[in-house]
């Protein structure tokens, strides 16, 4: 397979941003594809997810022979998480990769693998989105009607990093005006920790910071390097509070009209290259902290005890066990290790 490679990307990108990347058509004379497919992602073009989806757009145009096309529209081209959450259920757009926190705005069940602190390392992780856990998530996403690709692009450990203070304990968060993505969950795990959280689309993060609209706000390390929030930030304390990944979405109705074929290379060209995507972001973040550090980001370690403790006393893991019902939380419990 031909790789993609982010430089090769990049530039098929600026040669054509206001209608989108279409990648990877064989390089032979071939009759217009018979299906075009249109994807969104908020993400900015030097991420893996955008390297690696190029890669499968590239392997669908190959292998279907020119009869399948995948037009990429990175970086918010097509509007914020929510604008392309509506798209891709409508039908506006056919496919959205959605982070679990906002695609729980319509199946609550997916926030659960965003429970603040509820998991040590990827190992946890993989164990709960690749088995019972997940397919019980990608089966709410079916009865509203998206197809998800079975296996869930990674985003990564999400830190807190602020303008203001560097954060070690739970105490520290407390005022502290923080930037969450549009969610319940988001919402409710740090007003129990004791700040003060404002939900924004994540277009509107980095004006958000330099204005102080908030002071802080909470990503993976991949995140805050490529959309360049240390531009705007003094400190990141690394709390791994929370992991985030994204599923992969589809229109049903757009799926559904994919010939058997067509389904197979699409499907198979993703989930692979979904596989990759999840070591590329974890050797990315593992690499980051002396790339950032480099950038004037002052890191500090934050130990989840004290934070575990506050969110207890304030009631959130007993609020979200509700919530989720007695079968999810055992399932999570299961592939955490721990009793939350």
Request: proline share 5%.
């Amino acid at each position: 397979m031909t790789r993609t490679t982010r430089r090769r990307f990049l530039q098929q990108l600026s040669a054509a941003p206001a209608a989108g990347l279409v990648l990877g058509m064989p390089r032979i004379a071939h009759a217009a594809p018979e299906i075009s497919l249109k994807y969104g992602n908020n993400l900015p073009l030097s991420h893996p997810m955008n390297v690696r989806a190029a890669e499968a757009a590239e392997r669908v145009a190959r292998e279907s022979k020119g009869r399948l096309e995948v037009k990429i529209f990175p970086n918010n081209q097509l509007g914020g998480d929510t604008d392309m959450l509506g798209q891709v259920r409508n039908g506006g757009i056919d496919m959205f990769t959605a982070g679990t926190l906002v695609i729980a705005t319509v199946a609550p069940i997916s926030a659960i693998t965003g429970v603040g602190f509820a998991f040590n390392d990827y190992a946890q992780v993989w164990k709960a989105v690749d088995g019972p856990l997940g397919n019980q998530i990608r089966a709410a996403f079916a009865k509203i009607g998206l197809h998800t690709f079975e296996k869930m692009w990674d985003n990564g450990f999400r830190q807190i990093t602020t303008s203001n203070r560097p954060i070690a304990a739970a105490a520290d968060l407390n005022g502290l005006k923080i930037r969450v993505p549009v969610s319940p969950m988001g919402i409710a795990m740090f007003k129990g920790l004791g700040a003060a959280p404002t939900s924004l689309q994540f277009s509107e993060v980095y004006s958000a910071l330099q204005t102080k609209v908030v002071d802080a706000q909470e990503n993976p390390l991949a995140i805050v390097q490529t959309a360049k929030l240390y531009e705007v930030q003094k400190y990141c304390s690394q709390t791994n509070h929370s992991w985030d990944g994204y599923h992969f979405l589809f229109n049903a109705r757009s799926w559904n009209g994919l010939p058997d074929d067509l389904k197979t290379i699409l499907s198979t060209a993703f989930n692979e290259a979904g596989l990759q995507q999840r070591d590329d972001v974890r050797k990315l973040n593992e690499g980051l902290q002396g790339e950032l550090t480099s950038k004037g980001l002052a890191f500090n370690p934050a130990a989840p005890d004290s934070f575990r403790a506050q969110l207890q006393k304030a009631g959130y893991y007993s609020e979200w066990k509700g919530k989720f019902g007695a079968e999810s939380w055992a399932q999570l419990e299961s592939a955490a290790g721990q009793v939350l």
